[in-house]
């Protein structure tokens, strides 16, 4: 099957610009965090498309560079990019494993301040449980348990949480994450993506406003 990236086109990129290098920006394709930044060449770029890996050209090693080759934490290409300069890459990846040497997410250091970034982030580690089970994880076991299962605690979070607000609750907030982590989970096990949700909230959002 032909993905994304194998349909590339890299012939408009401008590599005289940057000496035969252009820099290339390592995004995650289900959270959508940004990962890495790093250089690519026209023999490292071949490699990637060839092999799905990406692989970097190294200025200190002057030598290609496999992300990943040392530590195993890889980065699978799902879909790639040029910017409107032509002499910029945006590689959409599934990280198997930190990102950083320093063993965070992203080279750009875990957020500790709790954000939106953090659903984003919780649906990334449901898929590589989806993928990689562990024993004695509560995720991989709702994934044994079939999208039935998962269906039905979908709907019993709903109703606590309906519960918790309508008696005015302090558990709200608790209630709404545990609905929030469950959803996830189902979108997961229903393969559909968060960003095909955040897609529609968004389309919807520029309708409200164009009729504003």
């Known amino acids: 099957m032909t993905?994304?990236?194998?349909?590339?086109?890299?012939?408009?990129?401008?590599?005289?610009k940057g000496d035969g290098l252009v820099p290339a920006i390592a995004q995650d394709a289900r959270s959508l965090r940004v990962l890495m930044l790093g250089y690519v060449s026209q023999e490292s770029l071949v490699a990637t498309l060839e092999t799905?890996?990406?692989?970097?050209?190294?200025?200190?090693?002057?030598?290609?560079?496999?992300?990943?080759?040392?530590?195993g934490n890889v980065l699978r290409l799902k879909d790639i990019k040029v910017d409107c300069d032509n002499d910029t890459l945006l590689m959409q990846v599934q990280p198997e494993g930190p990102t950083c040497h320093l063993g965070t997410v992203s080279c750009f250091g875990d957020e500790s301040a709790p954000n939106l970034s953090v659903i984003a982030d919780l649906a990334a580690t449901i898929h590589m449980r989806h993928l990689l089970p562990q024993h004695g994880s509560y995720t991989a076991k709702?994934?044994?348990?079939?999208?039935?299962?998962?269906?039905?605690?979908v709907g019993e979070e709903a109703v606590e949480t309906v519960i918790a607000a309508t008696t005015k609750s302090p558990s709200l907030a608790s209630e709404t994450a545990d609905l929030i982590y469950?959803?996830?989970?189902?979108?997961?096990a229903s393969d559909t993506r968060l960003k095909d949700v955040l897609r529609i909230l968004h389309e919807r959002s520029?309708?409200?406003?164009?009729?504003d």
């Open 142 to 153: 709702l994934f044994e348990e079939g999208l039935s299962r998962i269906a039905q605690k």
């Open 3 to 16: 993905t994304d990236f194998q349909k590339f086109d890299g012939s408009k990129i401008d590599w005289a």
């Open 52 to 71: 799905g890996l990406v692989t970097f050209f190294s200025r200190s090693k002057q030598r290609l560079w496999k992300k990943g080759e040392t530590s």
């Open 182 to 188: 469950h959803l996830l989970v189902l979108l997961e």
């Open 206 to 211: 520029q309708i409200k406003k164009n009729h």
